[in-house]
């Protein structure tokens, strides 16, 4: 079975300060991977998605992803955080084998500081 | 707006009664889910759709939950009895499946909040 760790219950990050979220997948198979986030009351946005090739990809607002199979990880990183990143962010991991479902951390939360 | 929609988008029922909500997935895609969030937690998959098929109910959705399909296109989720243990965020979204290159990206709903008193 597919399922994604998050480490992190809650961060706080000033603002202009980097920005790291960890992800740890376990599936055996070659995995999907994504990030999406959450704003309070809203529904979910995907920020960037892996499936295959670099392993380095970029997504919106800023945001960057890598994958790291021998860490079996995919952690976020955005380089100055602004006050509007302030939110829940989700990893989630799917595979074409499992038919896509998605599977989901408990999340992280970051706040930021002035 | 061609995103996913969802109605209603907050909902407060007494213990015990019936309570629906609707799911409009983006007009194109094949694939509709339904996912539950409670508080502090990231998504739980619930069920899904291919068209009209429901393809998988997760050990999540007691009997008390169904979820309908009728023309492949918008899906109702039902919870007959409700519980207190019900109030959640219940969040739909919808993918496109096919011989192409899939992504399995999932685009979510505003999600529906049930709160059961």
């Known amino acids: 079975a597919q399922s994604v760790t998050q480490p992190d219950i809650h961060i706080t990050v000033s603002e202009g300060a980097s920005l790291e979220l960890r992800c740890n997948y376990s599936y055996g198979a070659t995995p999907y991977l994504f990030w999406y986030v959450q704003s309070p009351g809203q529904g979910l946005q995907l920020l960037l998605k892996?499936?295959?090739?670099?392993?380095l990809v970029q997504g919106i607002k800023g945001f960057e992803a890598e994958f790291k199979r021998s860490q079996s990880s995919f952690n976020l990183r955005k380089p100055s955080v602004h006050w509007s990143d302030a939110a829940e962010y989700f990893c989630?991991?799917?595979?074409?084998?499992?038919?896509?479902?998605?599977?989901f951390g408990a999340g992280t939360t970051v706040t930021v500081r002035a | 707006d061609t995103g996913v929609s969802q109605n209603p988008r907050h909902k407060i029922t007494k213990r015990g009664q019936n309570v629906t909500f609707r799911c409009d997935p983006i007009s194109e895609h094949n694939r509709l889910y339904w996912y539950r969030q409670t508080l502090g937690q990231g998504p739980e998959f619930l069920t899904y759709?291919?068209?009209?098929?429901?393809?998988?109910k997760s050990r999540l959705l007691s009997d008390r939950f169904s979820a309908e399909r009728p023309k492949g296109s918008f899906s109702t989720l039902e919870i007959q009895r409700t519980e207190q243990g019900d109030s959640a965020m219940y969040l739909c979204?919808?993918?496109?499946?096919?011989?192409?290159?899939?992504?399995?990206?999932?685009?979510f709903g505003e999600g529906s909040r049930l709160t059961v008193l």
């Open positions: 989630a991991v799917g595979a074409r084998s499992n038919d896509y479902k998605l599977s």
């Open positions: 979204a919808s993918s496109l499946v096919g011989l192409a290159l899939n992504t399995g990206e999932l685009f």
């Open positions: 892996y499936f295959s090739g670099d392993t």
């Open positions: 759709f291919q068209n009209e098929a429901q393809l998988e």
